[in-house]
């Protein structure tokens, strides 16, 4: 026995390039997968993982200075870096309790099914990380595995009830009939879509605006190029921080450097977990072949023109916002080009389905609540990180406007915070 | 049989279109259809049309009517209906 405990106390130790590969094998033989396939995919989450951990070597460590430099420089106080959400998801896959987000996520999902209490069966488990977030937090703040794994669940079954509920106008607005979209970050905007567009329809005048998505792209599309927001902000960070000239440049070149990788790392981690993927929609889906809605990544529906449109007019609001904001700590940088349309995908089908003027004002009010709760989370993630020896620099307190803004999370934290949970 | 030329579009070309592309190869791999597939964002299909030849769009965003048949692919990403879908493709492309 005790051998045994040493020996599980030993893969929890083992680095994170190791042990989620390791977990996602396992899995995959469980579920049937031939080896030889299941090594391979395994091996890529892998290469994905330590992908990631360079990059944020990189960035944490060119960027950082910069911003310390920018804050000292301007006395705007936005202290907190958005590392984006690839930082937070090498944190949050990187936890030690990471090795529980699918098992956990599986069973209450399909014990909610066999029990009819929801119609969602969320093939999308590489977004099972989600609800990773407040797991992790939890688990930062108590140190308890099964605290952590409860509100785990917790934060599951609330995006499960969201994703049954908004279901029929998503899929319909889209076109993915027989589908929802259980995704933990995007998952959680679509009442302030509804309580806003509400709103916006008692305003005379501003309930008749609307704006063409297609010219709004053509027109400003370049604004949403990763590539122009990299360089454009890290020239600006630069300059306003005084610092000399080839450092501006460097910063220019890196931010963009991290906008264009971080996406391609995951790539590669993505089509690690691709196989195994498919293999539990499969099998969920022959178990459970009745009337259930097959839940998605909301990453697919980035990309329609309403969201794109909306996107990118967001940059500059989320950078306003950012400046003016009494008590923001945050100073938007990684997530900026892919937290607009990600945030707002399933607030704009109610918007009048997919209104721009409208989704462009609940976007507003989504991106405040956000640029808060990814700032009062900030220390935990940054701390999180550095139990499992993320490269960051010293004095770095890091976020993510696009997944770090998870206003369940930030609810619980505020809650374990009540009986003496702080950091 | 002539080659057929397939562009998969996404919103922003990357990930979903990948998927949808991967898909397609596979599918024509089985059936014997000589394919290439080129995946780009959605803005871009008219400069790609006027540049190259395509035989179909496959489609995981919303498009606006072009010269060449578009196809909606989300199937692919959700698996509700994925064999109906596949055999509107062959038939596409045979």
Avoid at chain 2, 32 to 45: L, P, S
């Amino acid at each position: 026995m005790e051998t045994f405990v040493a020996f599980l106390k030993s893969i929890t130790a083992l680095p994170t390039a190791v042990m989620l590969p390791l977990a996602i094998l396992i899995l995959s033989l469980i579920a049937g997968m031939k080896f030889g396939k299941a090594f391979r995919a395994s091996v890529l989450i892998g290469i994905g993982l330590v992908g990631l951990f360079a990059m944020i070597g990189v960035f944490g460590s060119t960027i950082g200075p910069v911003v310390a430099g920018f804050v000292a420089n301007t006395g705007i106080q936005l202290d907190v870096s958005d590392l984006g959400v690839f930082t937070l998801l090498t944190a949050t896959w990187g936890s030690p309790i990471a090795i529980w987000f699918i098992p956990v996520g599986l069973l209450v999902n399909l014990l909610f099914l066999a029990l009819k209490l929801t119609k969602t069966l969320d093939a999308d488990i590489l977004n099972y990380w989600t609800w990773g977030i407040t797991a992790v937090v939890v688990y930062t703040l108590t140190g308890s595995v099964w605290l952590a794994l409860l509100f785990f669940a917790l934060n599951e079954i609330l995006i499960l009830f969201i994703a049954d509920r908004t279901a029929p106008i998503v899929a319909e607005h889209y076109g993915i009939e027989g589908t929802s979209v259980p995704h933990g970050n995007a998952g959680l905007w679509p009442p302030v879509g509804i309580a806003m567009n509400w709103v916006i329809e008692k305003i005379p005048g501003l309930n008749k605006l609307d704006a063409d998505p297609e010219t709004i792209q053509k027109k400003f599309g370049v604004v949403g190029d990763p590539i122009f927001i990299g360089v454009v902000l890290g020239a600006i960070l630069g300059i306003a921080g005084k610092q000399p000239w080839g450092s501006v440049l460097n910063t220019a070149v890196t931010l963009a450097a991290v906008m264009i990788i971080f996406p391609r790392m995951l790539n590669i981690m993505m089509e690690g977990l691709r196989p195994i993927s498919e293999q539990v929609r499969d099998f969920m889906k022959k178990r459970f072949n009745r009337d259930v809605y097959i839940g998605l990544d909301a990453a697919i529906l980035i990309g329609f023109p309403e969201n794109l449109a909306a996107g990118i007019l967001l940059i500059p609001i989320i950078i306003a916002l950012a400046l003016i904001l009494p008590g923001n700590r945050v100073i938007p940088l990684a997530d900026l080009a892919i937290a607009g349309p990600f945030l707002v995908c399933l607030v704009s089908p109610f918007c009048k389905r997919g209104n721009i003027v409208r989704t462009l004002i609940a976007g507003t009010v989504v991106f405040i609540i956000a640029l808060y709760t990814a700032g009062d989370l900030a220390p935990v993630y940054t701390e999180a990180g550095k139990t499992i020896g993320m490269n960051i620099p010293e004095g770095t307190v890091w976020t993510s406007i696009g997944a770090g803004s998870h206003w369940f999370a930030w609810i619980v934290a505020k809650i374990l915070g009540l009986f003496g949970y702080v950091l | 049989m002539a080659k057929k030329y397939v562009l998969s579009v996404c919103g922003t070309g990357g990930v979903t279109s990948g998927v949808v592309a991967d898909k397609i190869r596979d599918i024509c791999k089985r059936h014997g259809i000589d394919v290439e597939v080129a995946t780009a964002k959605a803005v871009e299909i008219s400069s790609k049309l006027e540049s190259q030849h395509f035989d179909l769009i496959a489609s995981a965003t919303r498009v606006k009517e072009t010269t060449v048949p578009v196809m909606n692919c989300m199937a692919f990403l959700s698996g509700v209906g994925e064999e109906a879908l596949e055999q509107k493709i062959v038939e596409a492309l045979k």
